[in-house]
Nanobody, 128 residues
């Protein structure tokens, strides 16, 4: 049975840092598109960053470029999001999402509908 569990969310002040973790298990296949999404109250779910499990290729959204870094540890079945220079507008529930990379790429990575496996979310709150 597939499981995806996020952790690391917290309340921090503007300019602070957090590291989110996601541990997954029981997924079929061996190559995945692994992404972080976020959703603030009243807003649509937004793709933040993606990494392909079969390599080091990764992308981050323009809104977090230069501040957030996505990484993985395949030996631990883990995905991470290092968030630096946090802003009030980064406040949201952050979700880890995975899908099998059948074509060996992560096309349309920022579309939530493309993902099969989701965690329950971890809350990040940034205050000024």
């Amino acid at each position: 049975q597939a499981q995806v569990v996020e952790s690391g969310g917290d309340s921090v002040q503007t300019g602070g840092s957090l590291r989110l973790s996601c541990v997954y298990s029981g997924l079929p296949g061996s190559r995945y598109c692994m992404s972080w999404f976020r959703q603030a109250p009243g807003k649509e779910r937004e793709g933040v960053a993606v990494i392909f499990s079969g390599g080091s290729e990764s992308y981050v959204a323009d809104s977090v470029k230069g501040r957030f870094t996505i990484s993985q540890d395949n030996a631990k079945n883990a995905l991470y999001l290092q968030m630096n220079s946090l802003k009030v507008e980064d406040t949201a529930m952050y979700y880890c999402a995975l899908r099998i990379a059948y074509a060996g790429n992560c096309a349309r990575w920022a579309a939530p509908s493309m993902y099969t496996y989701w965690g329950q979310g971890t809350q990040v709150t940034v205050s000024s």
